[in-house]
């Protein structure tokens, strides 16, 4: 079969698969390719899982500071690949730096439970030494930042917490104060994350993750309330929009 491109305008199958290997290429050196499959056996009656695209995830992964901040040029660490691979589907995630909406990759107990029953996440850390490594030198400002990111969605808490601990930068204060809370939900402490995000200024991720918190707390009319604002804030081709979508219909239908 001749698989010449009949229509000059339109690129060929040859020239689209020449860009995606170019891609793949790209995102692999700079640490967002897809991690190398492990000779670990699955189990026979393992769901299979499409696994999530690394870069994608990065990128989703700092559209909160996108929108608290107005820029970003931070780096992927070392192992994302590996950190990304080995998450397990996730229920109430927070808008905060290194998360990603792609965690919540289960929907059926997300329509069939009641979401405080859902709450909890696993609090088992991963196994991801090179980040750890990284994440522990001795990083300035936004780095250190990220590095507490990153370690909290490791569940290295307590070494998330020490970072954290330390002064943030002079621009990042909310952003700082937004990864405060995300660090108290994701370990277990959900009143508290959202005594902060209380307290902190309206706007799409604030009111996302007030949405989020209230609606997991079972206070479904005031997380209506706040997932209406985030979803009417947040840009229609944003992930984020499209999960403050899926919390406001699990809190629409209480």
């Not at 994350?193 to 989020?212: H, T």
Request: charged share 15%; net charge negative; proline share 9%.
């Amino acid at each position: 079969m001749n698989q010449t491109n009949q229509n000059p305008g339109q690129p060929s199958v040859t020239d689209l698969f020449a860009r995606y290997l170019e891609r793949q290429v790209a995102a692999q050196a700079e640490g967002l390719g897809y991690p190398e499959p492990t000779d670990e056996a699955l189990p026979y009656d393992a769901t299979p899982v499409q696994p999530i695209d690394p870069q994608l995830a990065w990128k989703d992964a700092l559209a909160v500071v996108t929108l608290l901040d107005g820029a970003s040029n931070l780096k992927a660490p070392p192992d994302w690949a590996m950190l990304v691979n080995q998450q397990e589907p996730a229920v109430g995630v927070a808008f905060a730096l290194g998360n990603y909406p792609q965690l919540v990759r289960n929907i059926y107990p997300l329509l069939t439970s009641e979401p405080p029953a859902l709450r909890q996440g696993s609090m088992t850390a991963l196994s991801v030494p090179g980040l750890v490594q990284w994440a522990n030198r001795d990083h300035e400002g936004r780095n250190r930042v990220l590095a507490a990111a990153v370690l909290r969605l490791a569940r290295h808490f307590d070494r998330a917490a020490e970072l954290l601990a330390q002064t943030p930068p002079a621009d990042w204060e909310l952003l700082h104060a937004n990864e405060r809370a995300a660090l108290a939900w994701h370990r277990g402490e959900p009143a508290k994350a959202l005594a902060v995000w209380n307290a902190l200024p309206n706007g799409p991720v604030v009111q996302f993750n007030r949405g989020m918190a209230q609606l997991f707390l079972g206070d479904y009319a005031a997380a209506r309330e706040s997932l209406s604002a985030a979803v009417a804030s947040l840009p229609d081709n944003s992930a984020w929009h499209h999960l403050a979508g899926l919390y406001l219909t699990m809190a629409s239908r209480k």
